[in-house]
């Protein structure tokens, strides 16, 4: 018997080429299946090496972690944007389907299988950019890593480049 899909963890890198063909599949499943959405984007921590003494460390640690929350502030207004703008083109309220937006700091694979994990997520669906000269035989780093710990089903959608990628085709 396959288990019932309740809760979706949509993984986004917030680009434009990401944010649209990978939240259609999101959104699509989640009406299929009665289902909310749970957006995470992971921030990676910024590393400064710093040769200075203690108290310029000590400073440029506190300037990071104000620049970190701004932005995940803005990545958070971002993704709201987003979703709201996809509600027009889709016919479908990106508050009833969207349950939490979370922006957690960490390597994004990590981040990803956590945040399934502590919302007790059904499945993940997600994008994979395949860069490099072996993409066509290899999925995305992160994608790959996803996939590889995962252990609820994971849905990957490989995203066009962005030279062919346009919006009204998707949605």
Known sequence: MVPDIKKILYATDVSQNSSSLVFSYAVDMARKHNASIVIVHAVEPIHHVSYAG????????????????????????????????????????????????LIPLGSPAEAILKAAEAEQCDTIVMGTHR????????????????LEHSRIPVFIVPLPSAETYQEQDII
């Not at 970190?68 to 987003?82: D, G, H, N, V, Y």
């Not at 490099?132 to 780093?141: R, Y």
């Open 131 to 146: 860069k490099g000269f072996l993409s066509k035989a290899f999925l995305g780093s992160v994608a790959r890593s996803v």
């Open 54 to 101: 203690a108290s310029v460390a000590a400073m440029m640690k506190t300037a990071q972690k104000e620049e970190q929350e701004t932005s995940r502030e803005e990545l958070k207004t971002r993704i709201q944007a987003f979703y709201t703008r996809t509600e027009l083109h889709m016919g479908v309220s990106g508050n009833e389907l969207v349950s939490k937006i």
